[in-house]
């Protein structure tokens, strides 16, 4: 079975351009969580949704950070305008509907550089 | 503001050794889980531990919850050179009407070969 997918693996860009990270959940699972991961905060939770439905986006942590999820196998995480704070590893994971958002499944990370 | 913190930050020991790691909390939960990140990977969640359970093992694992002192451990017996891994533990909070999972910032494990 293929896990959660993400893509780009790597993203490298300049200041003020906007990025765009991309997830495809496990076919089956009802949520799906973006994380940050730096070496200074650790893990943070951005958002989640429930059946497509944003239900928590208390960790966004600005204006400048979007999300969406169009349908059940899709999700978007969009930075405009970037900055060079930005420079993290964002995770993407989904669980399966029932568990409460028990046992989440993580993608590959997507690795993202801001100049 | 950060829920779990595990103790210690590194640890390193010989393969066969076992490995103990620890979580400490703030606040009730629901559950509490530990997962392991391999370097440049995403986590894979290892075991679950509910409010009401005090042990659980998985393999070569072990976990332990005490909920008066909000804490948890990790236990690794017969460590391998494959254990090496960062470990997190992650506490399941019902927070503003919703759900969530809040990491630590995770044990870095070496098992030397």
């Known amino acids: 079975d293929a896990g959660v997918i993400q893509s780009p693996r790597h993203e490298v860009t300049e200041m003020g351009q906007e990025v765009t990270l991309r997830c495809k959940p496990i076919?089956?699972?009802?949520?799906l969580f973006w994380y940050r991961q730096t070496m200074m905060r650790g893990l943070e939770l951005l958002i989640y949704f429930n059946n497509n439905v944003p239900i928590d986006d208390s960790g966004m942590p600005e204006d400048r950070f979007s999300a969406k999820m169009p349908n059940a196998s899709f999700s978007t995480l969009k930075i405009q305008p970037s900055e060079p704070r930005d420079s993290a590893v964002y995770f993407c994971?989904?669980?399966?509907?029932?568990?409460?958002?028990?046992?989440?499944?993580f993608g590959p990370g997507t690795r993202l550089l801001v100049l | 503001s950060q829920q779990g913190e595990e103790d210690p930050q590194a640890l390193s020991i010989q393969e066969g050794e076992n490995a103990t790691m620890n979580c400490s909390y703030k606040?009730?939960?629901?559950?509490l889980q530990w997962y392991r990140q391999n370097s440049g990977r995403g986590l894979v969640h290892l075991i679950l531990i509910r409010s009401n359970e005090r042990e659980k093992h998985s393999g070569r694992l072990r976990v332990t919850l005490d909920t008066s002192k909000k804490s948890s451990s990790l236990l690794i017996t017969a460590s391998r050179a494959a254990d090496t891994a960062s470990y997190f533990c992650a506490t399941a909070l019902s927070q503003g009407g919703s759900e969530k999972l809040v990491f630590g910032k995770g044990t870095k494990l070496t098992v030397n070969p």
């Open positions: 076919s089956g699972h009802n949520s």
């Open positions: 606040t009730s939960i629901n559950n």
């Open positions: 994971a989904s669980s399966p509907p029932g568990t409460r958002q028990e046992t989440q499944y």
